[in-house]
């Protein structure tokens, strides 16, 4: 799948493009089918709020079949490829479920700022193409972006360990306002199946879940095999340090995968 030339002006200007049902329900249905068993694993990359509701899955391509087959989709990581000139590997990747009442905030960051910093990563040739499991809505606590932001550069962040369970590089409230006042705040959201791609020095947050219906987004943070990581502070299923090139699947994988489940009943 290619971007269109409108849609790589978007991409330059604002730091982000939506792409609304890239995927079917039914596609999104193989995936979500296997959240319950993960969720409930106990396993270190299984990451929970304090309130013991899941927030983050990590590394779930090495652990899950369907969302291996995510990590390789063609319509995620070609236009990550078009957009970053290039092979790409998988740096990070992320199943973020802000459950209903429970999923608590992600504070106002820029991602290439931890990759940065925490991983060495040399430049901001790396981005997030997010897909949307579940319908984002305003009740759900949608991804926040402001428009532009990522032509600031890396901007001056604190390392906030006490907020939530996860340790993060967080900007300054009044950077944030001078940057919303100008900007405006995008907030993202669509059906399940739709895609987000935003620049990683792109500044965003979301606020905390108190509605009655979770959401879950896939994070696959891809980078440039080039800009590979230079330093292993991190877990490796945080921050992975295998640099080969994703092998891309087939565009049909996740149909390939129900019609394999259903023949094997
Ligand atoms: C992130 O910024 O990495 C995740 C934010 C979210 O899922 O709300
Ligand atoms: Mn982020």
């Known amino acids: 799948m290619k971007l269109s030339d409108e849609q790589l002006q978007q991409f330059d ?3 982000y493009v939506m792409l609304p049902d890239i995927f079917s329900l039914d596609e999104m249905a193989v995936v979500n089918g296997d959240l319950p068993r993960i ?24 652990y899950s079949e369907p969302f291996d087959l995510i990590g390789r989709h063609p319509r995620l990581v070609e236009p990550v490829q078009q ?9 990070q990747y992320k199943i973020n479920a802000k459950a209903a009442f429970d999923g608590d905030v992600w504070q106002w960051h820029q991602d290439f700022g ?23 809505t305003e009740f759900n606590g949608p991804l926040w972006i402001i428009p532009g932001s990522h032509k600031e550069g890396v901007l001056e962040a604190g ?23 100008e900007h405006g705040i995008f907030s993202a959201k669509g059906r399940a199946g ?3 791609m ?7 947050a979301s606020s905390p879940n108190i509605g009655p219906w979770g959401r879950t987004i896939v994070y696959l943070s891809l980078c440039h095999v ?21 092998d891309i699947a087939n565009d049909d994988c996740l149909k390939e995968l129900a019609r394999k489940a259903v023949a094997a009943e």
């Not at 957009?83 to 740096?91: A, F, P, S």
């Not at 940065?116 to 193409?129: K, Q, V, W």
């Not at 935003?198 to 965003?204: D, R």
């Open 83 to 91: 957009l970053l000139g290039g092979k790409v590997y998988i740096h």
């Open 159 to 181: 390392h906030d360990l006490k907020t939530t369970s996860y340790p993060l590089w967080t900007l300054d409230n009044g950077k944030i306002a001078e940057l919303a006042n």
């Open 114 to 136: 931890t990759w940065h910093r925490d991983d060495g990563m040399p430049e901001p040739r790396a981005m997030n193409i997010a897909l949307f499991l579940d319908d984002v």
């Open 226 to 246: 080039d800009n590979h990581i230079t330093r292993h502070k991190r877990a490796e299923w945080i921050a992975h340090r295998d640099f080969t090139p994703i």
């Open 39 to 62: 969720y409930d694993m106990q396993r270190d990359e299984v990451w929970r709020e304090s309130s013991g509701a899941v927030r983050t899955a990590f590394a779930a391509h090495t």
């Open 194 to 196: 739709s895609v987000l």
């Open 198 to 204: 935003f620049h990683s020095n792109i500044v965003h």
């Open 13 to 15: 200007e604002l730091g």
